[in-house]
């Protein structure tokens, strides 16, 4: 069992920067690839970003590559999401996940555990 709770949203002007957190809780966090999936109002679930449990290994949705960072610390159980020039199309609510037993990092039915969410907004 994995429990996630994200924070770091909030509201950030258009061209600004988020670095949105993730804390894990539970055994074998470091056994787990991490995800970053976001959800605007009256859309579906879309992959952000996702690395491996190693941290060698990082994938980008091809519509943010460039402008986000995956990284985690095994240690401090805790995966990050440095998000970059922001824009107002960026807000949503953001969730980290948890894998396990799946390298289809961009599909979130494959993945085990999900935090609560943590809101961004972006301005224009």
């Known amino acids: 069992q994995v429990q996630l709770v994200e924070s770091g949203g909030g509201l950030v002007q258009a061209g600004g920067s988020l670095r949105l957190s993730c804390a894990a809780s539970?055994?074998?966090?470091?056994?787990?690839?991490m995800g970053w999936f976001r959800q605007a109002p009256g859309k579906e679930r879309e992959f952000v970003a996702a690395?491996?449990?190693?941290?060698?290994?990082?994938y980008y949705a091809d519509s943010l590559k460039g402008r986000v960072t995956i990284s985690r610390d095994n240690a401090q159980n805790a995966v990050y999401l440095q998000l970059n020039s922001l824009k107002p199309e960026d807000t949503a609510v953001y969730y980290c996940?948890?894998?396990?037993?799946?390298?289809?990092?961009?599909?979130?039915?494959?993945?085990?555990?999900w935090g609560q969410g943590t809101q961004v907004t972006v301005s224009s």
């Open positions: 690395v491996s449990w190693t941290n060698h290994n990082t």
């Open positions: 996940a948890a894998l396990r037993r799946s390298s289809r990092y961009a599909n979130p039915d494959d993945y085990d555990y």
């Open positions: 539970g055994r074998s966090f470091s056994s787990y690839a």
